[in-house]
């Protein structure tokens, strides 16, 4: 049953998907290709290079490596799942990681306290990210690239355009530990990867929140008819897109250990690549934190393979942009099926007659056809 559906969904068909036995096929290649691809590209590499490439220290080095690019990913997932695109990130990443190394190294701050403030700073800027674009109305690609700029130029003022270098002693080994430390013979980064994504699938496909930016993101005045808050929850949106950018910025400090103040921008370019090319996969036409994981992977595995394979050194942005390009083009046909599915849905739904549905929540709601109510919290 849909989840924004009171009608049980007839024998060969699903509400929201429109995927019967005559698209079985095209939903399994969509669904699961990149998964796919990901295992056609390591075997492909590891035959090239069976000495190097599919070994435990190269697949320990994948994880070390992704793990920040694959959070950053993550973190603009959720934004994009409400159809809005945060381009402050990459600043957002360099002032947060240039934070936490001037507040233990140049301030003093035990590490912990400096880890909780810069992650607390990190949700708090997203959070006015998002009053900037909700409330003030201004196009979200215009204002976050506005207060991304403005997070840059705070960036060159902390550091004065140079470096923060910790002193003879260098930063506690506790702080370093955050990314260096291993479990379970694995690069512990990797495990903050896979919570997040385990958090990040709940809240977008088990919980309201999640439904709610789904319905925001394909059509808003749809979701205000609905009585869903649209700005409020857009807020929220960039609000855990901001907390997962500052804890990036913790551990690329702890990877780092040297605050540079251009870091960041690096990320930028293969986070939106991850989590649009992850929309063509698991949930295609959806922006989704296991799809997200999986386009992550095959990025790092082709990245890893052309790198040992002596490709140069302007290959990595080459990838990464010809990727975002083919990334856009998938994401929008994926969208765009599943519009014309989820009409055709209606369409069978209407030819097939009235039905009456109830669903009960904070508060109930009755409706035709497809048993829609427009209470808050009922759909």
């Known amino acids: 049953m849909s989840p924004w559906s009171s009608r049980p969904a007839r024998p060969g068909h699903r509400h929201g998907h429109g995927y019967g036995p005559a698209h079985g096929h095209g939903h399994f290649v969509g669904t699961y290709g990149l998964l796919a691809l990901t295992a056609l590209l390591f075997l492909l590499f590891s035959v090239l290079l069976p000495d190097t490439f599919p070994t435990l220290d190269n697949v320990s080095s994948i994880l070390s490596g992704q793990s920040i690019p694959a959070i950053m990913a993550l973190g603009v997932t959720i934004p994009i799942a409400s159809g809005k695109f945060d381009l402050s990130i990459g600043y957002a990443l360099g002032l947060a990681h240039v934070m936490v190394l001037f507040l233990i190294v140049e301030k003093g701050w035990p590490w912990p306290l400096a880890c909780l403030t810069v992650v607390a700073g990190g949700t708090l800027v997203g959070a006015v990210n998002g009053v900037i674009v909700e409330f003030a109305r201004i196009d979200a690609f215009i204002a976050t690239l506005g207060t991304g700029s403005m997070m840059y130029a705070v960036t060159g003022w902390i550091t004065d355009g140079g470096r923060i270098v910790p002193g003879p002693d260098g930063l506690p080994a506790a702080f370093t530990d955050l990314y260096d430390a291993r479990f379970l013979g694995l690069p512990l980064p990797?495990?903050?990867?896979?919570?997040?994504?385990?958090?990040?699938?709940?809240?977008?496909?088990?919980?309201?929140?999640?439904?709610?930016l789904y319905v925001i993101g394909s059509?808003?005045?749809?979701?205000?008819?609905?009585?869903?808050?649209?700005?409020?929850?857009?807020?929220?949106?960039?609000?855990?897109s901001g907390t997962v950018?500052?804890?990036?910025?913790?551990?690329?400090?702890?990877?780092?250990?040297?605050?540079?103040?251009?870091?960041?921008?690096?990320?930028?370019?293969?986070?939106?690549?991850?989590?649009?090319?992850?929309?063509?996969?698991?949930?295609?036409?959806?922006?989704?934190?296991?799809g997200t994981l999986v386009a992550v992977t095959v990025l790092a595995v082709g990245l890893a393979g052309i790198g040992q394979l002596g490709a140069q050194f302007w290959a990595t942005p080459l990838f990464n942009g010809a990727t975002l390009l083919v990334?856009?083009?998938?994401?929008?046909?994926?969208?765009?099926?599943?519009?014309?599915?989820?009409?055709?849905?209606?369409?069978?739904?209407?030819?097939?007659?009235?039905?009456?549905?109830?669903?009960?929540?904070?508060s109930t709601g009755q409706?035709?056809?497809t048993g829609t109510g427009t209470a808050d919290g009922t759909l």
Do not use: K, M
Request: include cysteine.
């Open 190 to 212: 990797a495990f903050y990867v896979l919570g997040l994504v385990v958090l990040f699938w709940l809240v977008l496909e088990r919980l309201p929140f999640g439904r709610y």
């Open 219 to 240: 059509n808003p005045r749809a979701a205000e008819i609905l009585g869903i808050p649209t700005r409020r929850y857009c807020v929220y949106a960039f609000a855990c």
């Open 245 to 290: 950018v500052g804890f990036a910025g913790v551990l690329l400090a702890a990877q780092q250990q040297i605050g540079n103040p251009s870091v960041g921008l690096d990320y930028l370019l293969p986070a939106f690549v991850g989590a649009l090319l992850g929309s063509t996969a698991i949930r295609p036409g959806r922006a989704n934190a296991i």
């Open 327 to 362: 990334a856009v083009g998938l994401a929008g046909y994926a969208a765009r099926r599943r519009l014309r599915s989820d009409a055709g849905a209606a369409t069978d739904d209407g030819a097939a007659g009235t039905g009456t549905g109830t669903r009960t929540g904070p």
């Open 367 to 369: 409706g035709h056809g």
